[in-house]
């Protein structure tokens, strides 16, 4: 096993370049590791003359990245354009079909069409990994197809956008408002020109259906996530949040009840005592609920070009030793789509905050509501004018179920006393 | 390879039933995840009539364990028997040399014996794995060794000993005297009633030598950890740490600089804005610090029969898959014993507390010391005699050389003014 492992790398942007950079600093010690060198043999972008800071002169330049399916030098993909569809799914499918081993960062495309995938990998018995396609740098993949094997995972969840978090956190630092600390992250570089994937939970989204089929050996389900995001969370609602001992913090949540897969992206409140609170920044963090190892969690920079060129390349040293094993924790044509569960028969606590007019009897319309449909009350606070010259509302119920909640808000709609949408979020609890 | 792996379990303590109880409970679906089912089919243990609280009786019993090395119905061992040498050694020793692969919990023996036992496994392309030897049941051996694996990594640290924390965490939580903790984590169970292994740091150590062999790819080296305990840690000291930002947790610390390898186990100040400060109860948590990951941190349960049996079955079910790769992250006989880097020469910032008499000149002497030795005080208080009924001067000290505190308090030594040996504590940060 001293051949190389020769890999052809297909997108050369941060992250492509950051594996170039990679491979050429620590490449020694990775020979070592992996028992036999792993070289870049040919390189693909859609620029050839682009400024990378690495030297790509060395590696044969394709043209046609779809070449590399074919090319009988080339023992393992690297895809790292991006993209759910188009030339990135065309790459992957290509190249497994032609019997070579595919390391992928996309999640948009695991998420999408990863069963598929999977199941020509698995036919053609070669590997394809996707270690940076969730939580950057955050061995989580691994740690939960390999370290928390032996468990049933009844509940997956983390902060799984470091976008969001990072604008949540600076929100509760700051009590600044949303748009202005999207500003300054757009400026500093930490959120995209178009933030809408990030900051609306389609990012997240794609990540939890990846870990939730992992966790419990479903079909990866991205069409049955629950995706809210973080654009309509106030200043107000984080210090009323934390007011209470808790910090907003974006989830993505995925539960398995018998046959039933629950899964959701959206703010949650977080107690102070649970480590995800204390996540601070850009940094990811899984949590993963074992029946026998109990709470693992797994924390790291969830992007970035050094962490996620450091997934990618666990990924090819795992090749490089010959594991070749299933994608997910169990073979692709034994994982089945589960039924969905209805989050209206859930119960919990909520948090539920109200714009509202400032004229009397709004909060007696309120309550009336609540107690209409059966959502009893636990704590009410009615704010004065804030910065942003509203007047809130912000209630934590009792346990409800979600479905009643939602009734009560029915009962609401329309009302001349509200003046936007109420706000809903969930307390995050062992029972979630 | 629907055959199943036959394992034998040398051991059946609380880990040893729980491995029984979790293949029992999760067989089916493990029998997924790892392609074959895992079938227990020989235990042996000191006693055959103990209550374990599971059945033992389908599996053939052995009255010697070291029989189960030559069992040709045997391909894998389990040792949870504990203990650095004896019989643990020696049936590990002999189920290698006879070409079965060994799982094994016991830190003690991987942390003195290591070294030889992987050189055997790989000689015989054999498995030895320990996962469970080191935080219980979190999967960090795989995160370092699969999952950190393109990283030079140059520093690993974490809190390693449950009961450690559990003690200093309680302390904190309460202001109550170490002693008075220890009594009542033994009445719960917490703390064993020979409690100095942990406490004193070497169960700790066992464990740090074995990261720092993983993370920097040099051979196990227990007898170069400089180690201290927790006993000397006042009440006084914790809520000094905290006025200061700090929480004391007793840290395993391993850094290579160049070939020089420094490892400590000591209670060390961590400022409160680093994920370890918030590490409550007998939880481990594990950082890894990758030169292209970033910081990754590991955390869960560190004890406990649920969490190890999940690690042990993790390991099984490696060795089900077909995975029998190097022991460590590189081949055990590429494993040089490094130079021990000489911790006089370390710099930062410590916290020393002395116990004074109360009495004229005391400061003044204490602090002459500290300027004969060129340490420069950052912030110092004397507070009135404590709950103890002691004097305490507490201080932090610039950024100094760790030669320089100890002269420092070499001057000091044999002082009347001392009624106590002074305590030392680094502050954690990110040049340690």
């Known amino acids: 096993m001293t051949q190389p492992l020769r890999i052809a790398l297909a997108g050369l942007g941060t992250v492509g370049s950051g594996v170039i950079r990679l491979l050429n600093e620590n490449g020694a010690m990775i020979a070592q590791r992996a028992g036999r060198p792993i070289s870049?043999?040919?390189?693909?972008?859609?620029?050839?003359?682009?400024?990378?800071?690495?030297?790509?002169?060395?590696?044969?330049?394709?043209?046609?990245?779809a070449d590399f399916g074919a090319d009988s030098e080339v023992d393992c993909v690297v895809?790292?354009?991006?993209?759910?569809?188009?030339?990135?799914?065309?790459?992957?499918?290509?190249?497994?079909q032609?019997?070579?081993s595919v390391v992928t960062a996309n999640k948009a495309m695991i998420a999408?069409?990863?069963?598929?995938?999977?199941?020509?990998?698995?036919?053609?018995?070669?590997?394809?990994?996707?270690?940076?396609?969730?939580?950057?740098?955050?061995?989580?993949?691994?740690?939960?197809?390999?370290?928390?094997?032996?468990?049933?995972?009844?509940?997956?969840?983390?902060?799984?956008?470091?976008?969001?978090?990072?604008?949540?956190?600076?929100?509760?630092?700051?009590?600044?408002?949303?748009?202005?600390?999207?500003?300054?992250?757009?400026?500093?570089?930490?959120?995209e020109a178009d933030p809408s994937f990030d900051i609306d939970g389609v990012d997240a989204a794609h990540k939890l259906a990846i870990l939730a089929a992992l966790s419990f050996g479903t079909a990866v389900d991205f069409g049955n996530v629950e995706i809210a995001g973080i654009r309509h969370v106030l200043a107000a609602d984080i210090s009323q949040a934390k007011a209470l001992g808790y910090r907003i913090r974006l989830l993505g949540m995925a539960r398995i009840d018998g046959d039933r897969l629950f899964?959701?992206?959206?703010p949650y409140l977080?107690?102070?005592?649970?480590?995800?609170?204390?996540?601070?920044?850009?940094?990811?963090?899984?949590?993963?609920e074992g029946n026998f190892s109990g709470r693992l969690m797994f924390q790291g920079a969830g992007a970035g070009d050094g962490p996620t060129a450091s997934a990618v390349v666990a990924d090819l040293i795992d090749i490089a030793r010959g594991d070749c094993g299933t994608v997910f924790a169990v073979p692709a044509d034994q994982m089945e789509k589960s039924e969905c569960a209805e989050s209206g028969n859930r119960t919990g606590k909520s948090y539920i905050r109200f714009i509202v007019a400032d004229k009397p009897g709004v909060l007696a319309e309120i309550t009336a509501a609540m107690r209409d449909a059966n959502v009893s009350i636990e704590s009410l606070i009615q704010t004065e004018k804030t910065d942003e010259g509203l007047v809130l509302i912000s209630m934590v119920t009792h346990q409800s179920r979600e479905r009643d909640v939602v009734?009560?808000?029915?009962?609401?709609?329309?009302?001349?006393?509200l003046q936007a949408e109420p706000m809903v979020m969930h307390l995050l609890s062992d029972e979630d």
Not at 79 to 96: C, K, Q, T, Y
Not at 276 to 287: F, K, P
């Open 407 to 417: 009734q009560s808000l029915e009962k609401l709609s329309g009302s001349s006393s």
């Open 40 to 65: 870049v043999v040919a390189v693909s972008a859609r620029n050839r003359n682009a400024d990378r800071g690495v030297d790509i002169s060395p590696y044969k330049w394709v043209d046609n990245m």
């Open 79 to 96: 895809e790292l354009i991006g993209g759910a569809d188009g030339p990135a799914l065309d790459l992957a499918r290509n190249s497994l």
């Open 98 to 100: 032609h019997r070579k």
């Open 112 to 191: 999408h069409h990863g069963m598929e995938l999977a199941k020509i990998a698995e036919n053609e018995n070669v590997a394809l990994k996707y270690e940076a396609a969730v939580a950057g740098g955050i061995p989580v993949i691994k740690g939960l197809r390999d370290g928390a094997s032996a468990n049933r995972v009844e509940r997956v969840y983390g902060i799984l956008n470091g976008t969001c978090n990072y604008i949540l956190a600076t929100m509760e630092k700051h009590g600044s408002a949303f748009d202005a600390v999207l500003k300054d992250a757009q400026d500093l570089g930490y959120a």
């Open 270 to 288: 977080v107690p102070e005592s649970h480590p995800l609170a204390h996540i601070e920044g850009s940094t990811n963090a899984v949590v993963a």
């Open 263 to 266: 899964q959701r992206v959206n």
